[in-house]
């Protein structure tokens, strides 16, 4: 409807135009170069705009013409950066699918297409990691090292390449770099904590651990306990460099920070009686033996009761077991303890309590000591050695990774370097798959009486 109305107010416009014009007659006459025109003005008119349509279409199309080359280039260059990116995205799913000769192949046509050296590099070096070209791949990490826009990719791809390598010193270089230039990247934390945990680098590590807590790479709980291994390690530490003072005090804030954890009480207990405070230390290990009743807790509340007599030393080791009285460690600790001081009958009564809860090799080889110490019995001591042959392996300080056996607890393991890797568990492999000296407590101790 407007539309036609406009139509038709154009039209008047037009129209009385028109008629003003041919109201108004007049002539135009033009002597040029010997031609004489004469016409009308209205005709005059039309032939002047006729020719400034004319001139303004001409002009436009000699401009397309100029500009073509212009176009046809730009035209080129964003199909090249099509394809490039095409390539690059090619490449990416490449890697993805572990397509090393695809991955490789888009690298170098995304890195002949692009100028983009930031997204290029990267997949070139993840296509001749794929490859396992190591050496290439570290030849692209460097270079990125030059861009601050990729240099902490770059540092990722070395340091990854670092660990796969074993290269500890130089990884941990790598991630300290990386962290200056980072600070606050969770996996960076969690890895950097690490190395410096398995480099001996305790206080560093304890700082770096607080920070990746922090920043959410590692659960509390998880963060709780490597904090008190790190307290037992710097425990350790300090004992060697002959400062005893600190030596226990990082063991007691250890056994705060995890009373159940029972390294931390077993070493917490020994400081304590070599410093003179034995009633101190019998409590430490009764309150952990209360959580979690251990083999290595009943060796140290040995230790803490050496002054006295046999006899006396069974009569406190109940206090022990009144702490978890229907615990399986509770009994074998009373069975040894008797064992020791020559009670065959409270010996026989604990192990067989101990029997009824759990067998074990273990317990089977007690039952042989008893045989052959209460009654010179050789042969059944020999049925209780074979009981002992056949029963599953006792648990030990396993390495969760590498799965070695410790024979004593610490904060790395000596076979893979790990830290915080020791579990109290039955290890799955055969003890003659392990190093030497890794064999499990029960075969590397004999019975530890
Ligand atoms: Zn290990």
Redesign the pocket.
Known sequence: MIRALWFILKLAVVIAIAIWLIERPGTVSVNWLGYAIETSFTVALLIGLAALGIAALGYRLIRAILRTPGRVRRHSRARKRERGYRALTQGMVAVAAGDAPTARKMARKADGLLNEPPLTMLLSAQAAQLQGDERAAKEYFTAMLDRPETAFLGLRGLLTQAIKAGDRVEALQLARKARALQPNTPWLLGTLYDLEARSGDWAAAEGTLQQAIQAGAIPTEDGRRHRTVLLLERSFESERRGRSDSALSHAQSAHDLMPGFVPAAARLARLQVAAGKPKAAAKVVERTWRLSPHPDLADAYREVLNGYDPLTRVKLFEKLLNQAPKHVESHIALARIALEAQLWGEARDHLNRALAIEPSRRLYRLFAELERSERQDEAAARDWMAKAAAAPADPAWT??????VSHAWGGL??????FD?LDWKAPTLAPSLMEPGDAPVALAKPSAA
């Open positions: 390495c969760d990774p590498c799965n070695a393991c000596g076979h893979c370097g790990a890797s």
